[in-house]
């Protein structure tokens, strides 16, 4: 599925990736971790070790979003039908913008698409956890519409590190 939505100054297309495009959903996030892996909880060189049939089953349990600027895939995140905390009905992850591409209303971008399918997909409610000391990642999820919710929490996979969890609501969304 794919939307084109004019942002700032871009027209950037948006695309639901299904488990066939695998191998686009591995590209990106690799480039994720490869700039940025301290905003995230895996890590390059155990990603980098997974197998085809490992990438799919990511794929398919967490949506990937993929945003397009003249041909190049330069934003992603993930979704993840669940029960979360704080009426969460879905959980958002692996949010990355390409660092030549930021700024510019990516992000977004990726998060009008969600809302577009949130009655169809069950994504009203949106929760996700971004480490304390990311302040711009906080700043832009702000910007959005996201509140932080509930005292920060001890991660499983990095100890010693802490998460803020955020929630926003699509109807309430700016
Ligand atoms: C966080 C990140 C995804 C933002 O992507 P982006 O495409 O630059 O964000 P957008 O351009 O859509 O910005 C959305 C809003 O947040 C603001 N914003 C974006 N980055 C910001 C920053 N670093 N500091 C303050 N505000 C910021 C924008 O000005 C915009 O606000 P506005 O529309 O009200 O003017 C990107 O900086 C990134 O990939 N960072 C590294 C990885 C990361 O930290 N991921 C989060 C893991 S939880």
């Known amino acids: 599925m794919t939307l084109e939505i004019s942002s700032r100054d871009s027209n950037t297309k948006v695309i639901l990736l299904s488990e066939d ?3 686009r959903y591995r590209d ?3 480039a994720a971790l490869a700039h940025d892996e301290s905003a995230f909880g895996g890590n390059y060189d155990s990603e ?4 085809e049939s490992t990438w799919r089953q990511k794929a398919s349990q967490y949506v990937g979003i993929l945003a ?3 041909g190049a895939d330069c934003g992603f995140m993930t979704v993840e039908n669940l029960k979360g905390d704080f009426g969460a ?3 958002v992850g692996s949010c990355w913008v390409d ?3 930021r700024q510019r209303g990516v992000l977004r971008s990726l998060f009008s698409f969600v809302d577009s399918l949130a009655d ?3 994504w009203g409610v949106q929760g996700l956890g971004v480490w304390v000391d990311n302040s711009g990642a906080i700043s832009a999820y702000e910007n959005i519409g996201f509140e932080k919710m509930g005292e920060p929490q001890e991660s499983s996979r990095k100890a010693g590190m802490f998460y ?3 929630i926003r609501s699509v109807k309430e969304a700016s």
Request: aromatic share 16%; glycine share 0%.
């Open 21 to 23: 495009d695998w191998a």
């Open 28 to 30: 990106i996030r690799l």
């Open 48 to 51: 980098s070790e997974f197998t």
């Open 68 to 70: 397009v600027i003249d």
């Open 89 to 91: 009905t879905c959980w």
């Open 99 to 101: 660092p030549k591409f």
């Open 120 to 122: 169809q997909r069950n």
């Open 164 to 166: 803020q969890r955020m």
